[in-house]
T-cell receptor, first 111, second 111 residues
Framework: DQQVKQNSPSLSVQEGRISILNCDYT??????FLWYKKYPAEGPTFLIS?????DKNEDGRFTVFLNKSAKHLSLHIVPSQPGDSAVYFC??????????FGTGTSLTVIP | SQTIHQWPATLVQPVGSPLSLECTVE??????LYWYRQAAGRGLQLLFY??????ISSEVPQNLSASRPQDRQFILSSKKLLLSDSGFYLC??????????FGPGTRLTVT
């Protein structure tokens, strides 16, 4: 059972525009959410996170929004750059020991 | 600073052969350690996690096993590989925060 879902396998955006990556989860016990960025043949790298006590966290060009009632979070990248082209995974945890990852969204930023 | 090592980087093994993948972490003590697998076209699947020496939790029952003989060493093993074991294996560690830090990964092809 996939507890964290990324329903868009791919997304293409023009350079300079906003990229919005979405993630849905089913387990209401999740209390911490993370986004990772992954290049081919490399391990994912941590990007940004948010606690369930917040609804927004911003770090430079990256902002994560959390809607607990809808069990939905999104990652906004503004402005998008060609170097942002990668696969983005969202992840969630309730205990801090077990993490559940989505299937990823491949972002292509077109110059 | 903390670093995580995984080896080998690539591995081609015949069906029925044994497997041993090793992961070591430097620059931190008592980390939580994780093994993930990313199969072709799929997300990250948590296989095992460990909160301490000799403590292993399995998420997916299968022909793989894990061991943690030392605080900063995590080993993934199999006695007999299956074709379905092919994939990209990732080791990760987490400290006192929820962010996970991933190794470079091992590309395993079972033929």
């Amino acid at each position: 059972d996939q507890q964290v879902k990324q329903n868009s396998p791919s997304l293409s955006v023009q350079e300079g525009r906003i990229s919005i990556l979405n993630c849905d989860y089913t387990n209401s016990m999740f209390d911490y959410f993370l986004w990772y960025k992954k290049y081919p043949a490399e391990g994912p790298t941590f990007l940004i996170s948010i606690s369930s006590i917040k609804d927004k966290n911003e770090d430079g060009r990256f902002t994560v929004f959390l809607n607990k009632s809808a069990k939905h979070l999104s990652l906004h990248i503004v402005p998008s750059q060609p170097g942002d082209s990668a696969v983005y995974f969202c992840a969630a945890t309730d205990t801090g020991n077990q993490f559940y990852f989505g299937t990823g969204t491949s972002l292509t930023v077109i110059p | 600073s903390q670093t995580i090592h995984q080896w080998p980087a690539t591995l081609v093994q015949p069906v029925g052969s044994p497997l041993s993948l090793e992961c070591t972490v430097e620059g931190t003590s008592n980390p939580n350690l994780y093994w993930y697998r990313q199969a072709a076209g799929r997300g990250l699947q948590l296989l095992f996690y460990s909160v301490g020496i000799g403590q292993i939790s399995s998420e997916v029952p299968q022909n793989l096993s894990a061991s943690r003989p030392q605080d900063r060493q995590f080993i993934l093993s199999s006695k007999k590989l299956l074709l379905s074991d092919s994939g990209f294996y990732l080791c990760a560690w987490a400290g006192t925060t929820y962010e996970q830090y991933f190794g470079p990964g091992t590309r395993l092809t079972v033929t």
